[in-house]
T-cell receptor, first 119, second 115 residues
Framework: GENVEQHPSTLSVQEGDSAVIKCTYS??????FPWYKQELGKGPQLIID?????GEKKDQRIAVTLNKTAKHFSLHITETQPEDSAVYFC??????????????????FGKGTLLTVNP | KAGVTQTPRYLIKTRGQQVTLSCSPI?????VSWYQQTPGQGLQFLFE???????NKGNFPGRFSGRQFSNSRSEMNVSTLELGDSALYLC??????????????FGPGTRLLVL
C-alpha cells in the first residue's frame, strides 16, 4: 500500500520568513496530493492541492511543487504570519478505479508538521 | 453550502461499551470516509462508503464498523471499546468522480475518550 513520509515533524520560523515542508510517497498510482492545515480542536482544512499533470501550483502565499519522477512534493509558505501556526499534513491518493467499484480510493497521510511562527 | 457536520463532538465512554458516531456530508457529496487520529499513529483510514456500500476498509479490527444511509449520511460504530480507541474520529466527504481525483472535506471530528 501507499506510504507517505513527511519532514520535518516540527518547524519553527520567525514571522516573515518562509517555511518548507516536504513529503515523499511510494505508490506510483497516486496522482492527487492535497495539503491540510489543522488548528487545535478543529478538523483538517484543505489549503491547496496538486494533481499529477501539474508541476507547481500557487495560491497567494502558499505554493506546492510536485516531482512525480522522484515521488516527492513540497509545501512552501512565504511571508509567514502567526496565524499560519498549526499542524500541516500532506496526503496522497489515486484516482477512483471504476472496475474495482472504487475500492482503491483513500487518502494516505503523512505524520504531520507542527509549524510555529514566532512574532 | 454547509460543511461536513459530526455529532456528537465529545464523548466519554468506559471500556467494554459501544459507541455510535454520526456524520452528515456536504450536500451533493455521495462518498463518506472515516479516519482515526491519534498522537502516535496520526491520521489513519478506517473505511469509505458511497451508494450505501462499504468500498474500502483500512487495517482496523472488526469492532469498527459503519454504514451509510440513502441520504448519504453515515454512522460508524465501535463495539467493546478499549482504552486505545480514545481518539479524534474524523469524517470526510467528497463527490464520487470515477477516474478523477477527488477532494475530501473534513468535519470537526468527534473526540472519544475511553476510561
Amino acid at each position: 500500500g501507499e506510504n507517505v513520509e513527511q519532514h520535518p515533524s516540527t518547524l519553527s520560523v520567525q514571522e516573515g520568513d518562509s517555511a518548507v515542508i516536504k513529503c515523499t510517497y511510494s505508490d506510483s498510482a497516486s496522482n492527487y496530493f492535497p495539503w491540510y492545515k489543522q488548528e487545535l480542536g478543529k478538523g483538517p482544512q484543505l489549503i491547496i492541492d496538486i494533481r499529477s499533470n501539474v508541476g507547481e501550483k500557487k495560491d497567494q502565499r502558499i505554493a506546492v511543487t510536485l516531482n512525480k519522477t522522484a515521488k516527492h512534493f513540497s509545501l512552501h509558505i512565504t511571508e509567514t504570519q502567526p496565524e499560519d501556526s498549526a499542524v500541516y499534513f500532506c496526503a496522497a491518493s489515486p484516482s477512483r478505479e471504476v472496475n474495482s467499484g472504487g475500492s482503491n480510493y483513500k487518502l494516505t497521510f503523512g505524520k504531520g508538521t507542527l509549524l510555529t511562527v514566532n512574532p | 453550502k454547509a460543511g461536513v457536520t459530526q455529532t456528537p463532538r465529545y464523548l466519554i465512554k468506559t471500556r467494554g461499551q459501544q459507541v455510535t458516531l454520526s456524520c452528515s456530508p456536504i450536500s451533493g457529496h455521495r462518498s463518506v470516509s472515516w479516519y482515526q487520529q491519534t498522537p502516535g499513529q496520526g491520521l489513519q483510514f478506517l473505511f469509505e462508503y458511497f451508494s450505501e456500500t462499504q468500498r474500502n476498509k483500512g487495517n482496523f479490527p472488526g469492532r469498527f464498523s459503519g454504514r451509510q444511509f440513502s441520504n448519504s449520511r453515515s454512522e460508524m460504530n465501535v463495539s467493546t471499546l478499549e482504552l486505545g480507541d480514545s481518539a479524534l474520529y474524523l469524517c470526510a466527504s467528497s463527490l464520487v468522480l470515477a477516474g478523477l481525483q477527488e477532494t475530501q472535506y473534513f468535519g470537526p471530528g468527534t473526540r472519544l475518550l475511553v476510561l
